[in-house]
């Protein structure tokens, strides 16, 4: 759901710009020794460029393209080298987030993230290991930032449910948690959008993981799992219908998004 795992395997591009690098200085006839000492890397770190494990850096490519000769074909790469915006894992759900006219989000650790403000956003995505590094972080906020837009299409509507639990965790500083909690209490007032607040009293089902249910226009609903490593998009009706369910469930235990306002209210007045 807030798609920014780092554990997927690299992209494809870092490793066919690591076979280039390596294919173009073999042909020149350059040692990987020298290009490491002529680039300022260390020998371990160029030979995981070349072998796709680390992305090749912009400076690597110029230094490796005149080096080798290459006149600018090695330097041509760097386009395809650009953080993805999303993982690829995630890229299904992010289709279909666009086009699901109703979104039920549960969540139970994160404020979820079409709700998240900046700092939490950049919080989050720069928190997460294996790190990310500046240039993918700073593409992976500014994507979950784009996703909010949606928020505006009054055509959809969403219902956000989150556990009590995660409003009181204070991921950074006092000042960007009031402004997250405030953030929920301006977004909850669009006629499209209602946010509940489940208290942290008693057991439900959904304490056992987050989820997303997605109902597209053509009356089929799909249903969203994301946890440590990898996202699962469910369009199998049993497993949809599982999930259903529980939604169902937590909702039992929900206050409404009028109490839930109030709640949220109470907190930052607290703060």
């Known amino acids: 759901m807030n798609a920014s795992s780092s554990a997927t395997p690299p992209p494809m591009s870092w490793q066919y710009c690591g076979d280039q690098l390596k294919l173009w200085r073999a042909r020149a006839g350059v040692s990987r020794e020298a290009l490491a000492t ?16 680390r992305k090749p850096s912009l400076h690597l490519l110029q230094v490796a393209d005149e080096m ?41 650790q994160l404020f979820p993230g079409l709700l998240q403000t900046a700092a939490t956003a950049k919080t989050v995505i720069d928190g997460r290991w294996p790190p990310l590094d500046d240039e993918t ?15 505006k299409v009054q055509s959809k509507a969403f219902n956000f449910v989150i ?3 995660v409003l009181h965790r204070r991921l950074s500083t006092e000042e960007a948690h009031v402004e997250q909690l405030l953030h929920l209490l301006v977004i909850g ?18 304490l056992e993981g987050p989820f997303v249910l997605l109902d597209l226009p053509e009356h089929e609903r799909l249903a969203y799992e994301e946890g440590q490593a990898a996202g699962m998009l469910h369009a199998d009706t049993d497993k949809v219908q599982f999930l259903s369910q529980r939604h169902e469930r937590i909702l039992r235990q929900a ?8 709640f ?4 930052v007045e607290d703060q």
């Not at 002529?38 to 494990?53: F, Q, T, W």
């Not at 790469?77 to 006219?101: Q, S, T």
């Not at 206050?255 to 109030?262: C, D």
Request: glycine residues 8%; contains cysteine.
């Open 163 to 165: 556990e009590e639990n």
């Open 264 to 267: 949220i209210n109470a907190l």
């Open 255 to 262: 206050l409404t998004p009028e109490k839930s306002a109030e």
């Open 189 to 206: 007032r669009q006629r499209n959008v209602a946010i509940q607040i489940v208290p942290s009293v008693g057991f439900h089902p959904g």
């Open 137 to 151: 972080v700073a593409v992976r906020v500014a994507a979950r930032l784009e996703r909010q837009e949606l928020l």
């Open 38 to 53: 002529e680039a300022g890397y260390s020998y371990e770190s160029l030979r995981s460029m070349e072998a796709g494990r």
């Open 68 to 108: 080798c000769g290459a006149k600018g074909i090695l330097l041509a790469g760097a386009d395809y080298l650009k953080p993805e915006k999303y993982p690829r894992f995630a890229e299904d759900y992010i289709r279909n987030e666009g086009e699901a006219v109703v979104i039920n989000w549960y969540e139970n």
